[in-house]
C-alpha cells in the first residue's frame, strides 16, 4: 500500500502533466482556429541589408511554427516564444508584401521599406564643350527613375532621366561652378535617394580663329 506522500507526488506530477499543454504546444505544432496572428510594420532596411519582421500569436504559447509568406513563396520558418513572439531576421531585397501563417491562420500583410543603393561616378575633363560621362547604377532597379539634374546658380541647364547602368554623355555651356545631381524618383515602398557632386568647369585655352564645339557653346552663351 502506497503512503501518502507517494499518492500526492503521483497526483502532483499528474496534474502538472494535464496543465503543461496549455501553455506549451507540441513541437512543430500550428496555430488554432481561433488564434490571431499579428506583424508589426519593420523599419527602414538598407537593399540586400538584413532586416527584422516580428509579430504576435494570441493567445500566446510557445512552439507553434510560423512561416513567412510573400508572392505566394514562404522565405522563412520559426517557432513562437511563451509570450507568443516571434521574429524572422533575413535580407530584405522587395517592400513586400508579407505576411506570416501558420495551418490556416493567416496574418494582415505588411509591408517594408527598402533604402536602394546608388552609385554614381562623372568623368571627364571640367572644361566647357568638354565631354562628361555620367554611370549611375541603382539596385534595384526597380526602384524608381533616376534623374540627373545640373544646376548653376539660379539656372537648371539640364534635367533629364537617365537609365541605370548605361553612360550618359553632356557637356556644359559656361565657365562656372555647378552642381549635378542624380535623384531617384522612388516606387511605393522604396525610399528617396540622392548623390551630389560640385563641378568647376573652366574655359578652354582660346586663340584667335579658334573653332570648335567648345567655341560654339561659349558663342551661344553671348546670344
Known amino acids: 500500500m502506497r503512503s501518502p506522500l507517494s499518492l500526492f507526488t ?11 499543454p496549455a501553455d506549451v504546444a507540441a513541437a512543430g505544432s500550428v496555430a488554432n482556429a481561433g488564434d490571431t496572428l499579428s506583424l508589426s510594420q519593420p523599419g527602414v532596411t538598407t537593399f540586400g541589408a538584413t532586416g527584422s519582421i516580428g509579430g504576435a500569436l494570441a493567445p500566446a504559447r510557445a512552439g507553434v511554427s510560423v512561416d513567412l509568406v510573400s508572392a505566394g513563396a514562404v522565405l522563412a520558418e520559426t517557432q513562437t516564444a511563451a509570450n507568443g513572439g516571434f521574429s524572422f531576421n533575413l535580407p530584405l531585397t522587395s517592400p513586400g508584401p508579407y505576411s506570416v501563417r501558420s495551418g490556416s491562420v493567416v496574418s494582415s500583410s505588411v509591408s517594408a521599406r527598402i533604402r536602394p543603393i546608388l552609385t554614381v561616378s562623372l568623368r571627364g575633363d571640367r572644361v566647357v564643350g568638354q565631354p562628361l560621362m555620367l554611370r549611375a547604377r541603382l ?9 540627373l539634374i545640373v ?10 532621366f537617365v537609365d541605370t547602368g548605361k553612360p550618359f554623355t553632356f557637356a556644359l555651356a559656361r565657365a562656372a561652378r555647378h552642381t549635378v545631381w542624380v535623384e531617384l524618383e522612388p516606387n ?12 568647376g568647369v573652366s ?10 564645339r567648345a567655341v560654339r557653346l561659349l558663342e551661344s552663351t553671348l546670344v
Open 10 to 20: 503521483v497526483l502532483l506530477v499528474a496534474a502538472v502533466a494535464v496543465a503543461a
Open 139 to 147: 539596385q534595384p532597379t526597380a526602384a524608381g527613375k533616376l534623374r
Open 151 to 160: 544646376v548653376r546658380g539660379h539656372n537648371r541647364p539640364l534635367s533629364r
Open 188 to 199: 511605393a515602398g522604396y525610399t528617396q535617394i540622392a548623390r551630389k557632386f560640385h563641378v
Open 203 to 212: 574655359a578652354p585655352p582660346l586663340h584667335i580663329g579658334s573653332r570648335g
